[in-house]
T-cell receptor, first 113, second 114 residues
Framework: SQKIEQNSEALNIQEGKTATLTCNYTNYSPAYLQWYRQDPGRGPVFLLLIRENEKEKRKERLKVTFDTTLKQSLFHITASQPADSATYLCALDSTGGGNKLTFGTGTQLKVEL | DGGITQSPKYLFRKEGQNVTLSCEQNLNHDAMYWYRQDPGQGLRLIYYSQIVNDFQKGDIAEGYSVSREKKESFPLTVTSAQKNPTAFYLC?????????????FGEGSRLTVL
């Protein structure tokens, strides 16, 4: 069966360090992968999209990698700040047509002073 | 400002009652989606619509119904047939011609069955 796995345990790091979150998937052949941020009680907000032919994508302090051989994406936040504390979700297109995104359960990140 | 508006934000329902959640967007997006989120679970797709007057079932459509009579609106009805309706419901939209585009989400509606 198809699965998208994110670490269900919260990740606690100190301010200024790099946070690394993992998204693993099985039985998918996604053309792209997306990352979203979700704050408590709010809707997710899009952060980054990376395509299957891209190894790495950056946006300000964010970096995403995509390894289709390992079936894994890593999401990095450098110089983390308390304001980065949130739940981060990865999402894959499960149909190939871009019309049906399937989400992982998300990983909660807590950045401490 | 352009965006997606969901209402109500909080809703309480007695067992056996149908409720309708509203979702309106002014982004001129063709595609709209309804997801359900439960604690410790990812977002699960209920229904989606790629164009007016057309919609498809998602992974957990049983007990739900939708309509898409206008491009801007995609209401979700939670019927009494839904066995466990208490959840956080999220509506989203996506621009047309962008089959790899991002989803824009509303702020969600939290439904509690008493």
């Amino acid at each position: 069966s198809q699965k998208i796995e994110q670490n269900s345990e919260a990740l606690n790091i100190q301010e200024g360090k790099t946070a690394t979150l993992t998204c693993n998937y099985t039985n998918y052949s996604p053309a792209y992968l997306q990352w979203y941020r979700q704050d408590p009680g709010r809707g997710p907000v899009f952060l980054l999209l990376i395509r299957e032919n891209e190894k790495e994508k950056r946006k300000e302090r964010l970096k995403v990698t995509f390894d289709t051989t390992l079936k894994q994406s890593l999401f990095h936040i450098t110089a983390s700040q308390p304001a980065d504390s949130a739940t981060y979700l990865c999402a894959l297109d499960s149909t190939g047509g871009g019309n049906k995104l399937t989400f992982g359960t998300g990983t909660q990140l807590k950045v401490e002073l | 400002d352009g965006g997606i508006t969901q209402s109500p934000k909080y809703l309480f329902r007695k067992e056996g009652q149908n409720v309708t959640l509203s979702c309106e967007q002014n982004l001129n997006h063709d595609a709209m989606y309804w997801y359900r989120q439960d604690p410790g679970q990812g977002l699960r797709l209920i229904y989606y619509s790629q164009i007016v007057n057309d919609f498809q079932k998602g992974d957990i459509a049983e007990g739900y119904s939708v309509s898409r009579e206008k491009k801007e609106s995609f209401p979700l009805t939670v019927t009494s047939a839904q066995k466990n309706p208490t959840a956080f419901y999220l509506c989203a939209s996506k621009g047309s011609g962008m089959n790899t585009g991002e989803l824009f989400f509303g702020e969600g509606s939290r439904l509690t069955v008493l």
